[in-house]
């Protein structure tokens, strides 16, 4: 028998990513995202040292400078996929749909990440590109066969990932698109800036997201007093289970 109950994992997922892509401010900030990654890439290439600059000079973590708008812009992604479905009030046709609550996160958590890890490859790809194209005679930059050029750039198209899934347990917790959107900003922005100046002194500053992946996920050359690459994205995705699992909760102990 065919209930509403009864609607299949895949039937789910079909059903958002057929809302996501369908939604004109998903390809608005897809395009933010692959304007920041490849011009940003190229500014940053084409003022870059020469080959007498600073032996801590890191290409690779250049190339990407377009990331801090891209976990911006993919946070807020996240934020959107739930938010604006309490906005306009279509959740409660979702949840009609799909009695398990539970499942229909899920459904958005995967369908979200999957389409936020390809683009960010692209992007993270494009910008390294991007980087070593504008880079003039003399100005450093790394090939994708030098050690840990590889590993950077996949580990950065996921931390797009994981930010996405902050900020879709976030909408699920707070359910309004302004609030969620805060606390993203809060989570990635400011923390960092307000812990900047006590940085030295204060060693959990090194456990914040934006911190993690930049001197753990992009850097190609080691940072001092960071933790590994593999620690860093095992505690990113510590933090989206985290947010994923208290959105889970929220959701199906709250009235639509």
């Not at 459904?107 to 990440?113: E, G, M, N, R, S």
């Not at 900020?167 to 900047?196: E, K, M, W």
Request: net charge positive; glycine share 10%.
């Amino acid at each position: 028998m065919t209930t509403a109950a009864a609607v299949s994992r895949r039937a789910v997922a079909r059903m958002e990513w057929r809302k996501l892509r369908t939604v004109r401010s998903t390809w608005w900030i897809m395009l933010v995202f692959a304007a920041a990654m490849v011009g940003l890439a190229a500014l940053a290439g084409a003022t870059g040292p020469k080959i007498s600059g600073p032996s801590s000079y890191d290409p690779t973590a250049n190339s990407l400078l377009g990331g801090d708008v891209g976990q911006l812009v993919f946070g807020i992604l996240g934020v959107l996929t739930l938010s604006a479905e309490f906005s306009s009030g279509s959740i409660r046709a979702t949840f009609a749909a799909v009695p398990r609550r539970g499942r229909v996160l899920a459904a958005k958590a995967a369908v979200l990440a999957a389409i936020t890890f390809v683009v960010g490859v692209a992007g993270t790809f494009a910008g390294f590109a991007a980087f070593a194209a504008a880079a003039p005679p003399g100005v450093p930059h790394d090939s994708l066969g030098h050690p840990g050029v590889l590993r950077a750039l996949l580990l950065g198209a996921a931390y797009f990932s994981l930010i996405a899934l902050i900020g879709l347990g976030l909408a699920a917790v707070i359910r309004h698109t302004a609030g969620a959107i805060s606390a993203i900003v809060a989570v990635v922005f400011l923390l960092p800036l307000v812990l900047l100046p006590l940085g030295k002194h204060i060693p959990a500053a090194k456990f914040l997201p934006e911190n993690i992946a930049v001197n753990s996920l992009i850097a190609v050359k080691p940072v001092a007093g960071a933790m590994s690459a593999g620690a860093g994205f095992a505690v990113l995705c510590l933090y989206a289970a985290a947010a994923l699992a208290a959105g889970g909760w929220a959701l199906t102990r709250r009235d639509a």
